[in-house]
């Protein structure tokens, strides 16, 4: 028995209750995360519009369509549709200036003056995170947020080079040292995904000199380095094929990558990110 659904229940995988044998929908794919537990799409009905979650396990069938429109926005209680049905974008000018990721990625505060508030009492972390054998980016987290931002961006290594109170100086902070030390603002995904398998011995011995090189300079504060393998948050892979559409038992993901085998064995990789915005079909066999 086949039946559509309707709508995602929030905060459970959206095929639980539901005694039909198998389960399927056509949904706006918003964010996907993979930070802790397993990887989820955060996504709305493309029908009804309702937002919910999709937790990837076991055997999935998801095809991305060519359809892309505005993801709307996120605001401090939760994702919102877009205000001008935008189309063949993934988010539209308006929405993206009324984001609060913006408060958190640039520091911009504009838009939210409340969270600014907030944000001053934050304990903020300078990092360096590792990706593969050869790059090193520089960035910024809360705290608190140090663990689940180094695994949701899929670094092999992370370790806190400063902290600071508030958001005000740790910007220009953080823009001083990448430019001072040629490290990464940010890592494209193709670069990430061909390094899925690397030399870790290698690896590992760049990112201790990387951040061995900060401490020395003086740059910051003396800090005490604790360097984070984060090696056993991802699937061990050899090499992965990219793909677009996801067929097969889910591994796991790395950052925005998600890795899947197929029945005949191989593994495969999809760019999540590249599929924020479109519509999609998620089919289960329960
Ligand atoms: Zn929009």
Redesign the pocket.
Known sequence: MLQRHSGIPPNEPFYMGIAVSCLMGIFHMIRFYSGEGAPTIFCRNSGSGEMGKLELSGFEDITFSMRLS?I?YKSPEGYLP???S?INTR??P??SALDVSRAYTVGDFSTYPSLYEDAKKEEYSLYLAGFGEDIIKCGLTRKERFLSRMVEQGADFGCIIGSFTGPDEVYSKEAEIQSRFSFSNSVRLAQKLRRLHFDRGAASENFRSAVEMVKTSGALPDFTPEILDLSSHYPRMKAATETDSILGQILGAKGEILLFKSEPGGEYAVNMRKKVGTHFKWEKDK
């Open positions: 505005c709307g877009c205000k001008n935008a988010q539209c308006t929405c």
